[in-house]
């Protein structure tokens, strides 16, 4: 697996899929057939090419689970199968057999939180014994917000005792990013943007903040699961450094996932204008932003003239340019889909797709990537995984702001990909 540290490639040279076969009705009322290829040819129609064997074809049924989602921003499956569904305008939604809930989960937000959206919801490892939620938020102090996380008790029904357990150094405004998860090693995990607020400028003030230790914009946090800071986090007993960083340089991370046999932390990260990236996390790194950025600043005007790489800095396992705004990230481990077991999926907001990664394929091309659901036109906002070995995907599409992006409207989706035959 470390293997795979070494592969960096663009998307423009590493792009493959059936996109010929990929077509389908623009709305969101399902179902749709897809065919791909897989592990994934070297050409759009499975045909040998460039060396590259055919892939093996594998036709996946797109349904339409629920819909009516307004913003839907991330998803968390409870062990019966049902599961929780954040709304970033905030409020918690439950899907209960297949169907969405009309009335929100009551106890969210609590009157002493003053939450201006929500973004994540995950289960403690040990939920089936305490029933404990972790939920992160913006909250605001006037007009300047930042990045908390709190904890309560689910009942199935509604929310209780909740409580605030940490909030982030990172007053201001700018990218968020907000996503929280459980690792392996009980601890939670929790992303912070780097509150640029002039990011359509040349002015770098805000932005450098990602790399300062005694801040917590632009990193990725360590916490117990009482909010406290871990004994082993790689800077709790520097002087002067926010002891809960697990790793900074980062712009807008919103994604993590661990991989199933190597246990390394994978995340997404979106950049500026170009230059997102997947990163493998290693406690106390420095992930470059703004050093080190291969977008541009909105202005047009370049992040760093070192746009690739600096002595200290972690290089990305892949990029993507253009840019498709990495939202999320999923390790399949399934059975349904054998083919695509140790396979990322990463859901693309202004890509508006979801795309299937392989790495350590056949030669001549050791790594292969698949747009998935383009002609759905939706904005992918978290891939997940279920109990039953399927693949769910939030999607939002329904009057768009332009190309990419997505008014407050209840027309987010839920999707379920199978085989289908």
Known sequence: MRSLRSLLCGAALCAWGNAAAQTADPGLNGPWLFDTHTPGPCSATGAPHGGCPPGELVRIRVSTVVTGLVRPWHLTFLPNGDALVTELPGALRIVRGGKLEAAAVPGWPDPSINARSLNSVVLHPGFAENGLVYLSFVKARGAETTVA???????????TDVREIYEADAW??????????????????????????????????????????????????????DGSIPADNPFANRAGANGAIYTYGHRNVQGL?????????????????????????????????????????????????????????????????????????????????????????????????????????????????????????????????????????????????????????????????????
């Open 149 to 159: 996380a709190a904890r309560a008790r689910f009942d199935g029904k509604a929310l």
């Open 172 to 225: 201001g405004s700018g990218a968020t990013a907000g996503r929280a998860e459980f690792g392996p090693d009980g601890k939670l995990y929790l992303t912070v943007g780097d509150r640029d607020a002039a990011n359509m400028t040349d002015d770098g003030q805000f932005r450098m903040l990602a790399q300062k230790l005694d801040s917590d914009a632009g990193k990725v946090l360590r916490l117990n699961d």
């Open 257 to 421: 996932a661990w991989h199933p046999e190597t246990g390394d932390l994978w995340a997404t990260e979106i950049g500026p204008m170009g230059g997102d990236e997947l990163n493998v996390l290693e406690a106390g790194s420095n992930y470059g932003w703004p050093l080190v950025s291969l977008g541009r600043i909105y202005n047009g005007s370049r992040v760093s003239e070192q746009s690739w790489w600096r002595p200290g800095i972690e290089m990305p396992v892949m990029f993507w340019m253009p840019a498709i705004s990495p939202s999320s990230i999923m390790i399949y481990t399934g059975d349904v889909f054998p083919l695509w077991r140790g396979h990322f999926f990463i859901g693309g907001l202004s890509g508006q797709q979801l795309q299937r990664v392989a790495f350590d394929q056949p030669a001549p091309q050791s790594e292969r990537r698949e747009s998935l659901l383009v002609p759905l036109d939706a904005r992918v906002r978290d891939v997940r995984q279920g109990t039953d070995g399927l693949i769910y995907v939030l999607v939002e599409r329904d009057l768009q702001n332009g190309p990419g992006s997505a008014r407050l409207t209840p027309n987010g989706s839920l999707l379920k990909l199978e085989p289908a035959g």
